[in-house]
């Protein structure tokens, strides 16, 4: 007994309680985000048409379709790779084809980031301004929408951070060998305080392992959403290896080796059932996105710019108003400081590259939100004053509540919305505007304490799952098939045949859990650019049919069959109201049927 009581006397209790007290402010920070992350979940229907085609493709592949080609509706997928929907396979074969077990490996990429930007922040900059990093990218608008959407940003974002951040520890340790300053924290007076400002760390030797690390990461991000998972990580460390004169540390023989045998296999095995697969890859998903309009993803130049101060709201305005604690790190040579230099490399590079290409979609600069949160801990690390650019994110956070309170009224006049999300509006801008206004007032008061000044910015993401409650139920009527899938069970029967005519509600096969049949033109309803460019190939074939098949299929229908049409379809909807009822309408769909029901209640009888 002696033996195990004799080493605890030697612990030094008064330090650990001392260390328990510096961190307690941790406890309700993550408190808050994590209820931010948790509540309503799975709370509201899958919205189209993301989250319908992409959990649509894990149901399948769960369902039997196989983990090597994604299929959607039963026909090839293949604008995006494979791995995160396998990884929804995986979620949904052992939970069952649910909402909550579509939108699982979303949040749990999501946590996963956020424990690399606590593993990364604590290796440059201390524990800390970790702990800082951490909960600051939590609580931002775009890691909440992300953690519960069913699409690829959420896992892409967790290899390019792996592969940003160990490109960078390899890249130091090279520079080191070579006897170049590596992030050495400044000897200036006017710098944070050396006490919270941890030295990179220690090289044993070389930099291989983290340059292997990085391109593994990338092989993994490529068969998440493809070559962008390339190209992210090197336009951000190739120029910061070229100012630290480190370029041994972007590539080996072994890393591009262990890169190419990752993503070959799959690349095999998909050629091998679709010979024009690399094509398709490379040619129109990858240099017609980002070089033309052809895929109509364009937008204005100044998109991005738009977008990105409110992503990481308040966090961007932090950042903003602490500029001049950013820019005046130094290393010993009177350079600024590597760490810095990196992050702002992070931030501006993919900025640059994203407004300049032609395919435009917010969630291209969702792996963004951790540099900023990095440089917000930078900024204040080591401050025993006024947090740096804390009182100037508490006039913006109040100013931008003020409006969405005064303005609540006018606010759906500014966006396009259906009546219904309109009327739910008001109340969620009232909700997040008392938030907000709330949040600056705290974050002004306390700007000198960190752990209040985070838990106070943390109060507007943590209030929009609660405000956005009654908006979330109407963005789900207007925005997903949940509603039709039960019509039609309910009246047509689970095994009813359903007709898509011209119109395909992409969450509808989900909640169906079988396959549709679409009646189109160029099948451009399943938002594949591949099915589009080879329709020919692929009509009559699985659930792909000509547009003037539905109308066969009304006259010689013998099994209970419904039929969708667009709302607006005017002609599809004259021909099927001389036989059918509508049974279920809403501003984009209209529902008909169910035909051949009759004969088959009869013969029951």
Not at 102 to 130: C, D, I, Q
Not at 289 to 312: C, D, H, K, M, V
Not at 573 to 581: A, C, H, P, Q, T
Request: aromatic share 10%.
């Amino acid at each position: 007994m002696m033996r195990f009581i004799e080493p605890l006397s030697r612990i030094d209790w008064h330090s650990l309680r001392a260390a328990g007290r510096k961190y307690l402010w941790v406890i309700p920070c993550v408190a808050l985000c994590g209820f931010a992350l948790a509540f309503n979940f799975s709370g509201y229907p899958l919205l189209d048409p993301d989250e319908g085609r992409n959990a649509e493709v894990a149901r399948e592949m769960a369902a039997g379709s196989g983990y090597v080609l994604p299929r959607l509706n039963s026909l090839p997928y293949l604008d995006k790779p494979i791995l995160f929907f396998a990884a929804g396979a995986v979620s949904i074969k052992l939970l069952g084809p649910t909402v909550f077990a579509a939108r699982l490996p979303s949040l749990l990429f999501t946590l996963a980031t956020l424990a690399l930007v606590g593993w990364f922040g604590a290796r440059l900059l201390g524990p800390t301004a970790a702990w800082t990093a951490i909960i600051a990218t939590t609580a931002m608008p775009f890691t909440l929408a992300y953690s519960r959407t069913v699409i690829f940003d959420s896992a892409l974002t967790f290899f390019v951070l792996l592969a940003v951040g160990a490109f960078y520890l390899a890249t130091e340790a090279v520079g080191r060998m070579a006897n170049v300053p590596a992030g050495s924290h400044s000897t200036d007076k006017s710098a944070p305080d050396q006490t919270e400002v941890r030295a990179a760390p220690p090289v044993r030797r070389g930099s291989e392992g983290w340059t292997t690390l990085a391109w593994a990461a990338m092989a993994l991000g490529v068969l998440t959403k493809g070559p962008i998972a390339l190209a992210l990580p090197l336009m951000i460390a190739v120029p910061f290896a070229a100012w630290r004169r480190a370029w041994r540390a972007i590539a080996d023989p072994v890393s591009i080796l262990l890169f190419a045998a990752l993503i070959a296999p799959w690349l095999f095995a998909v050629s091998r059932q679709i010979p024009d697969f690399m094509h398709y890859a490379l040619v129109t998903e990858t240099a017609r996105r980002l070089t033309s309009s052809e895929l109509q993803r364009t937008g204005p130049i100044w998109y991005f710019l738009a977008i990105l101060p409110a992503a990481a709201l308040p966090w961007s305005l932090v950042a903003l108003g602490a500029w001049r604690a950013i820019i005046r790190w130094r290393d010993s040579d009177g350079k600024m400081d590597g760490r810095v230099v990196y992050l702002l490399l992070w931030v501006v590079i993919p900025m640059v590259f994203f407004t300049l290409s032609q395919s435009k979609r917010p969630q291209y600069i969702l792996p963004l939100m951790a540099p900023i949160a990095l440089l917000v801990a930078a900024a204040w690390n080591g401050s025993l004053g006024r947090l740096p650019g804390a009182r100037f994110a508490a006039v913006g956070t109040t100013l931008l509540g003020t409006f969405m309170l005064t303005g609540s009224g006018i606010i759906p006049s500014l966006l396009p919305a259906s009546d219904g999300v309109a009327r739910a509006i008001p109340d969620t801008a009232i909700i997040l505007g008392l938030a907000c206004i709330l949040s600056g007032l705290l974050g002004w008061l306390a700007a000198h304490r960190r752990g209040v000044v985070l838990l106070a910015f943390s109060i507007p993401v943590a209030a929009v799952p609660i405000g956005s409650l009654d908006l979330m139920e109407a963005i789900g009527e207007d925005r997903s098939a949940a509603a039709m899938a039960e019509v039609v069970e309910s009246v047509a029967g689970p095994e009813a045949r359903v007709i898509g005519v011209k119109a395909f509600p992409l969450s509808l096969p989900f909640y169906l859990q079988r396959t549709v049949l679409l009646a189109t033109v160029d099948g451009s309803e399943l938002t594949s650019n591949y099915i589009v460019r080879h329709f020919d190939q692929y009509a009559g074939k699985a659930t792909l049919r000509q547009l003037d098949w539905w109308r066969t299929a009304l006259i010689e229908c013998h099994e209970p069959t419904v039929f969708v049409i667009a709302t607006g379809d005017r002609e599809a909807r004259e021909i099927l109201s001389v036989s059918l009822d509508v049974m279920l309408e809403t501003h984009k769909y209209a529902v008909f049927g169910p035909c051949g029901i009759t004969s088959l209640a009869l013969a029951a009888h």
